[in-house]
Nanobody, 121 residues
């Protein structure tokens, strides 16, 4: 069992930046691959980015590549999502998840409650 809590969302103007954080409880964080997903109103869940247990492997969706960067700090039990050059279409609920394999987008078993990102148009 792992508890995930996202933070860092908010209202931002188009072109701005945000850094989202996902803090995990317990001492098992380094054993999980971590992923970021998002879901906008009326749309399906979308994979955003993921990172391997050690941080040595990352995978970023083509739709956000170049603007989104994922990283993790295992000493702090935290995974981050840096978002640059925000666009209105980035508006969504962003949530993190823990799984066994960072590129297995359907294998994530534990989920946070999400943090809302709203980009003014």
């Amino acid at each position: 069992q792992v508890q995930l809590v996202e933070s860092g969302g908010g209202l931002v103007q188009a072109g701005g930046s945000l850094r989202l954080s996902c803090a995990a409880s317990g001492r098992t964080f380094s054993g999980y691959a971590m992923g970021w997903f998002r879901q906008a109103p009326g749309k399906e869940r979308e994979f955003v980015a993921s990172i391997s247990q050690s941080g040595g492997g990352t995978y970023v969706a083509d739709s956000v590549k170049g603007r989104f960067t994922i990283s993790r700090d295992n000493a702090k039990n935290t995974v981050y999502l840096q978002i640059d050059s925000l666009k209105p279409e980035d508006t969504a609920l962003y949530y993190c998840a823990a799984g066994a394999y960072y590129r297995g987008v359907n294998s994530y078993a534990y989920w946070g409650q999400g943090t809302q990102v709203t980009v003014a148009s």
